[in-house]
């Protein structure tokens, strides 16, 4: 009999788990990601010839329709930052698959931690564009976090794993099991209870994370009111501290007023969370047009010099 | 508000007030004193002026650096007619009192109408037709 | 018991859990002979490392332990109620070792029945450097050894299909690209396959797809023949394949 060396063992080990596509058009070639419900495998599209991404059931019967619920979510909202879906279906074994465009790119988190500040909120701000999209057509996702967030090459944002998506309008359809992931669940929807203020408060929590590794940034980010640590990023923790706040009535209502916010902090305006001291608004108003500010100096600097050079 | 409209406002803003910057940078001067409303009406009009030139300039332009550039470029040609007037009239020229200011203030409103103006809509066209 | 050669089986899989408590003794005899193939290497490392035995004594007690499970029918009492397979030999194993087996009682070497081409040598070079040092726990191995055994008799079955079906070329490449593959400083690419074995890049690849589908349905259908329930097969290939339970929320 054949002996099998560990590594040979591992490959094979991998190779026999690969979902059987044979009577579809697409080849699996390799696993790329492994969620809770499924498996996300590289693949390739062989009717287009292009690189796909393919989302399997882990064993069959288990979540076949939680997955099509996904796909269907998916192929509902067309946005720039919720990936494509192209086609879905049964496996001969049983197993649910959907197939979606392949995203390239980084985690959030990772790519944040290279970047400063205010791109990382630019960054937050498309995430909250697309959220507020889904919103706007009645979709949850209930399981937004930096692992569910991809940054492509140009800084364009795929908002993925809408596994937990549900309709907003549809409160009959309960969550029959814990939801969310720790850290980013807001504490009603560990009851149940869910709306957009549920996604407000994970959004919530992404930004404070963002926020929580500034001080690591070299340099603050130039062309913005965005300051890169100290008593300047009160008006941030104050729109965090809001945006996860325990009683949902005490959040922003909806996305939109959250990014709303965050865009105010980055333009170097007053933000609606934080009631700012005179002196710090003087001193915000200060930063924010310092340019300009300079100018005018220069002009009463340059009269004056003229007054004295005339007599 | 657009580039231009922010440029004729804020030029005649700033003119205003660097017409009546004459009174004190010229304070026992009677001509001065007697021709002040003929002097900020002129310096108004010319802010006017430079900053409608300038917030038009601001809107076909992507660089901040070239907005600013232009808007010295302006202030100071601008300056530099006001004082060949003057000689021309047969007053003093003050040609440097004139022109550095305008070209600072040129420089002001190139800068102001960049960052601060609204940038102009873009149209879209859809592939289907 | 028949010495059984240890690379021949039947190209048809019935359940080998079923087959060893069957009344037909040639069923029984095939059904030990694949038990002892899938069964030896793991129980031998098990014996090494958990029991710390030396090479001679470890090989005695393998070969004595498959002997009296045939004799008594140890395995023939299996219950899938209670455990699986795999838990349940083990269960079986550690009863024989427990008691105080010393050689006296031991059949001689040479005498019995005796268990046919094992590599033993090639299974203590595989222990020797874990015997070593204490990475790894006996219980680990037993699983490991037990699904190396698994798939080096779904590779033997692709081979026997590969020839079934006249295409010994899809196991040749099979061979260098998916088992010596892994191994080898550079894995070969599907051009270099293609220009030894004398075909297109596009045969090598579909020849390729076919052997990996064949075998990954040998892979299950292995796991399958020593499950008695379906819910235990389900649950061993998902132990066995890499996907935990934890993923089937």
Redesign the interface.
């Known amino acids: 009999m054949t002996w099998l060396s560990d590594r040979a063992l591992g490959h094979l080990k991998s190779m026999a788990d690969l979902p059987d596509f044979s009577a579809t058009r697409y080849d699996i070639e390799e696993e790329i990601g492994r969620g809770g419900m499924g498996i996300v495998f590289r693949g390739r599209d062989r009717e287009l010839a292009r690189e796909v991404a393919v989302k399997v059931t882990t064993w069959p019967g288990a979540d076949v329709d939680r997955l099509r619920d996904e796909a269907r979510v998916l192929a509902a909202l067309e946005h720039p930052g919720i990936v494509a879906v192209h086609d879905a279906g049964r496996l001969p074994d049983g197993r649910a698959y959907y197939v979606m465009a392949i995203v390239r790119g980084e985690r959030f988190d990772e790519r944040a931690a290279r970047v400063t500040l205010a791109d990382r909120l630019r960054l937050f701000d498309r995430v909250c564009d697309t959220v507020a999209f889904a919103h706007a057509r009645g979709i949850l996702h209930l399981d937004l976090k930096p692992a569910n967030i991809m940054v492509g090459p140009y800084g364009d944002v795929r908002v993925l794993d809408w596994g937990l998506a549900r309709l907003g309008s549809d409160p009959g359809r309960p969550i029959t099991h814990m939801a969310g992931t720790e850290g980013y669940m807001a504490p009603e929807q560990a009851r149940g209870i869910v709306d957009e203020r549920s996604d407000v408060y994970a959004l919530g929590a992404i930004l404070r994370g963002l926020v929580a590794a500034e001080s690591a940034l070299p340099s603050r980010d130039r062309g913005s009111g965005v300051p890169a640590t100290g008593r300047p990023l009160r008006p941030l923790h104050s729109i965090v501290m809001r945006a996860m706040a325990e009683d949902p009535t005490n959040r922003y209502a909806d996305v939109a007023s959250l990014a709303a916010d965050v865009r105010r902090f980055v333009d170097g305006h007053a933000v609606d969370a934080y009631r700012e001291p005179a002196l710090e608004r003087i001193a915000r108003v200060g930063r924010t047009y310092r340019t300009a500010i300079a100018l005018v100096f220069a002009y009463l600097a340059m009269r004056i010099v003229l007054i004295f050079w005339g007599r | 508000m657009s580039k231009p409209v922010l440029g004729l406002v804020l030029g005649g803003v700033l003119g205003v007030f660097d017409g009546l910057s004459a009174l004190v940078s010229a304070p026992n001067d009677p001509a001065v004193r007697a021709g002040i409303v003929g002097i900020v009406i002129g310096s108004t009009m010319k802010g006017v002026l430079t900053g409608l030139i300038i917030g038009w300039f601001a809107k076909r332009t992507q660089s901040l650096a070239s907005g600013i550039a232009f808007g010295l470029l302006v202030g100071v040609a601008l300056a530099a007619c006001v004082s060949l007037m003057q000689k021309m009239s047969g007053q003093p020229a003050y040609y440097w009192q004139i022109m550095l200011p305008g070209g600072i203030l040129g420089i002001i409103v190139g800068y102001a109408t960049f960052t601060y103006g609204a940038p102009a809509p873009r149209l879209t066209r859809t592939a289907q037709s | 018991m028949t010495a059984g050669h240890?690379?021949a089986f039947p190209l048809t899989r019935h359940s080998v859990v079923r087959a060893i408590a069957s009344a037909d003794p040639e069923a029984r005899a095939q059904a030990y002979d694949a038990i002892i193939?899938s069964y030896w290497r793991p129980v031998y490392a098990y014996i090494r490392m958990r029991w710390r035995r030396d090479p001679a004594d470890a090989q005695d007690l393998t070969q004595e332990f498959f002997t009296r499970a045939f004799e008594k029918e140890y395995l023939a009492r299996y219950d899938a109620s209670k455990a699986r397979f795999r838990t349940f030999v083990r269960t079986c194993l550690e009863a024989f070792l427990s008691k105080d087996y010393d050689a006296a009682h031991r059949r001689k070497r040479g005498g019995g029945a005796r268990i046919e081409s094992l590599?033993f040598a090639?299974a203590d070079a595989d222990l020797a450097a874990h015997l070593r040092s204490d990475a790894g726990d006996p219980e680990s191995w037993f699983r490991r050894e037990w699904?190396?055994a698994l798939?080096?008799?779904?590779?033997?079955r692709l081979h026997a299909e590969c020839d079934a079906a006249g295409r010994p070329q899809a196991f040749e490449a099979f061979?260098r690209y998916?088992?010596?593959?892994?191994?080898a400083p550079v894995r070969p690419t599907y051009a270099a396959l293609a220009r030894d074995l004398g075909m297109s890049v596009t045969d090598v690849t579909n020849q390729l797809?076919w052997a990996?589908?064949t075998?990954?349905a040998g892979?299950?259908d292995a796991i399958r023949a020593f499950c008695a329930t379906d819910e235990e097969f389900?649950a061993e290939?998902?132990d066995?394949?890499?996907?935990t339970p934890e993923?089937?929320?």
């Open positions: 240890p690379d193939r590599d090639r699904t190396r798939f080096a008799d779904a590779v033997a061979v998916d088992i010596d593959g892994p191994d797809a990996r589908r075998f990954r892979v299950l389900r290939a998902r066995l394949l890499g996907a993923d089937a929320r």
